[in-house]
Nanobody
Framework: EVQLVESGGGLVQAGGSLRLSCAASGFTFDDYAIGWFRQAPGKEREGVSCISSSDGSTYYADSVKGRFTISSDNAKNTVYLQMNSLKPEDTAVYYC??????????????WGQGTQVTVSS
């Protein structure tokens, strides 16, 4: 059974940091890219960052470049999203997903349940 389990969300003040984790199981980790997406109330789901498990290449949305860092521990089948200098507009439910290495949610086959990130001003 394919599983993607996010953790690490929470409430943080603007300017603070959080690290999200995505633990994957049930599929060949190296065959997929892992992406992070977010969805705020009333908005479409948007791509935040993704990483190729095979070669480590990474991509970021312009809105998070320089603040967020994605990394992968292939031995643990886990991908991390380090989020620094958080802003209130980063508030959303964050999802990880397995698929092709783009920032389009339509290119991803498997999804986690999401973790809430709330940034207070």
């Amino acid at each position: 059974e394919v599983q993607l389990v996010e953790s690490g969300g929470g409430l943080v003040q603007a300017g603070g940091s959080l690290r999200l984790s995505c633990a994957a199981s049930g599929f060949t980790f190296d065959d997929y890219a892992i992406g992070w997406f977010r969805q705020a109330p009333g908005k479409e789901r948007e791509g935040v960052s993704c990483i190729s498990s095979s070669d480590g290449s990474t991509y970021y949305a312009d809105s998070v470049k320089g603040r967020f860092t994605i990394s992968s521990d292939n031995a643990k089948n886990t991908v991390y999203l380090q989020m620094n200098s958080l802003k209130p507009e980063d508030t959303a439910v964050y999802y990880c997903a397995a698929g092709v290495g783009t920032l389009s949610p339509y290119d991803y086959d498997y999804w986690g349940q999401g973790t809430q990130v709330t940034v207070s001003s």
